[in-house]
């Protein structure tokens, strides 16, 4: 699928400001879409929005499926009567610079928790039809997501293969008994889920009626942790005990002689076929009511993978496998049609990894903080770019401009220069010029990179241990010039917002 010149700017919503520790669906999620079209953008990425489980990544949830309850606003629930007011004015005095996410967890879900036991007791007729029919409407994946919360709460947070194994191998009579014990926190997490949806439909219908489209994300593996895996064991390949047998990861090469031992259980594709794929389908759909792009996490993975070993301690010792390839993107095109899907097709590509994106023109991923190390071929240049392809300065797991540029040695920093030219702006708005001036379709800024940060505002490092995912802003260092930049930026090349708008998939 090909999409139109277009700009936009990466950010979690996470990373927003407020006074609850944690950016949330909240004024200032509508003030970023404000500016998104004050600054000529036309275009949201963001980061998977589900539950985080260890480490706070957004790239290992507890579901595929359901929204991360940090998300919620408070204000909302507040406004409603969910909340009392001295529950807000009891929190806590957290940072405004980053998450601090252990006490922003504390807070807010013991928040939410109160609030799920007043809407029990006094929600009105309409609200609690309406939570009603969110419940049944999502009941394919909520059923199992909110017991699998519920247990996890009742485990002290413990992984479900730690579970007494009547509830970790899923025996319905014991999972029965354990739904009338755990009926009231079961609510909750349905709760959570209910309000979840209801405050990103309303900030997505604004979004949406502003012209901005948002691009979500779909990490290709599942967290062993989650309800994916303890609701299907039968789609990944585990042993007698539930435990993964292989798991994924990348291969050694340049940047780490040992490879990247993600640790993901890997799916049995040959089982996912003989049902056509509905899972994924499930997902994909999910998905689409949430955004309207998918940037496909680790693309690579559907033409071949990197399959370890459990028990292994490095990468190394890994084979490549077949992945689902065109029989797997065919399925999921005859159930829900064109998907508008962005490959990251980013790491060691090979020719048949091209020719699976290719063959549905998906659009490719390229960063030009990789453009600079070798010569005039070099593919992430902009010279040897495509239409149908993405460019970014940089990803949420790379440095920001800053940081890369300051760390570049004298051979690279020649090479950009050159390539430049006369540079008469900052070094970051130069980099930014350059990715609106590529022939890509679609440019995509992290906000940070427009805001001038170093690597103090990285968003993540990856195989860093804490400290990831934290980043946020607050509003008054987003000045009126960078408005004004991005929109005369936005015109010049080409990318300035569309008045029309993009059709919606026939499923919306």
């Known amino acids: ?54 480490g706070d990544s957004p790239y290992a949830c507890f579901s595929a499926f359901a929204g991360n309850p940090l998300l919620i606003n408070l204000k909302w629930l507040a406004a409603e009567g969910d909340i009392a007011p001295t529950d807000l004015a009891q929190a806590p005095d957290f940072p405004q610079s980053h998450v601090d996410f252990g006490p922003v967890i504390m807070f807010k879900m013991a928040v939410l928790h109160r609030a799920a036991r007043k809407f029990h007791e006094l929600a009105s007729r309409t609200h609690r039809a309406d939570y009603e029919r969110f419940c049944m409407e999502n009941a394919n994946w909520l059923e199992d997501f909110a017991l699998f919360m519920a247990l996890k709460d009742a485990h002290g947070g413990a992984a479900w293969n730690t579970w ?4 970790a191998s899923r025996q319905p009579q014991a999972l029965d008994r354990w739904r009338v014990r755990l009926d009231e926190q ?27 489209h948002i691009i979500g994300d779909i990490p290709i593996f599942v967290a062993y942790d989650s309800v994916d895996v303890w609701a299907h064991p039968d789609l990944f390949y585990l042993d007698d005990n539930r435990l993964p047998t292989v798991v994924a990861g990348v291969p050694p ?29 499930a997902r994909f759909k999910q998905t689409l009511r949430v955004v309207d792009l998918i940037r496909l996490d680790h693309f690579r993975g559907f033409a071949g993978y990197w399959e370890i070993p459990a028990g292994e301690n490095t990468a190394i010792n890994g084979v490549w496998k077949k992945g689902p390839g065109v029989p797997f993107f065919e399925a999921v ?6 998907l508008p899907i962005l490959a990251e097709d980013l790491g060691h590509i090979t020719p048949d990894v091209e020719e699976l994106r290719d063959y549905f023109s998906f659009p490719g991923m390229n960063v ?23 460019i970014y300065t940089g990803t949420h797991d790379n440095q920001t401009t800053v940081g890369w540029y300051k760390d570049r040695e004298k ?15 900052p070094i970051y708005w130069a980099l930014i010029r350059m990715a609106y001036r590529a022939v890509s379709n679609i440019a995509i800024v992290p906000l940070q990179d427009i805001l001038g940060l170093g690597d103090e505002a990285r968003m993540n490092t990856p195989g860093k241990l804490g400290g990831n995912w934290s980043w946020r802003f607050q509003l008054d260092e987003i000045l009126p010039q960078y408005k004004t930049k991005l929109s005369e930026l ?11 708008k993009m059709e919606r998939p026939k499923w919306m």
């Open 490 to 500: 936005a015109l010049t090349y080409g990318r300035k917002a569309p008045e029309e």
């Open 164 to 167: 007494e194994w009547e509830l």
């Open 411 to 425: 051979q690279e920093l020649e090479a950009l220069h050159t390539y430049l030219g006369p540079v008469n702006e």
């Open 333 to 338: 095109k005859v159930a829900l049609g064109d």
């Open 186 to 212: 079961i609510f909750a997490h349905k709760y959570f889920q209910y309000q979840f949806f209801r405050q990103w439909e309303a900030l997505k219908r604004y979004t949406n009626d502003k012209g901005i």
């Open 253 to 281: 090469d340049y940047f780490s002689p040992t490879g990247q031992l993600w640790g993901n259980p890997i799916y049995r594709w040959d089982e996912m076929a003989e049902n056509g794929f509905q899972w994924w389908i």
């Open 1 to 54: 699928m090909r999409f139109p010149r277009a700009a936009g700017i990466l950010l979690h919503p996470t990373s927003l400001p407020g006074g609850f520790g944690i950016g949330e669906l909240g004024e200032t999620a509508y003030q970023f879409v404000d500016f998104l079209v004050e600054s000529g953008q036309s275009l949201w990425q963001m980061l998977p929005l589900g539950p985080t489980g260890y």
């Open 368 to 390: 030009l903080q990789f453009a600079f190390a070798t010569d005039a071929g070099n593919p992430y240049l902009p010279h040897n770019l495509t239409a149908n392809s993405t």
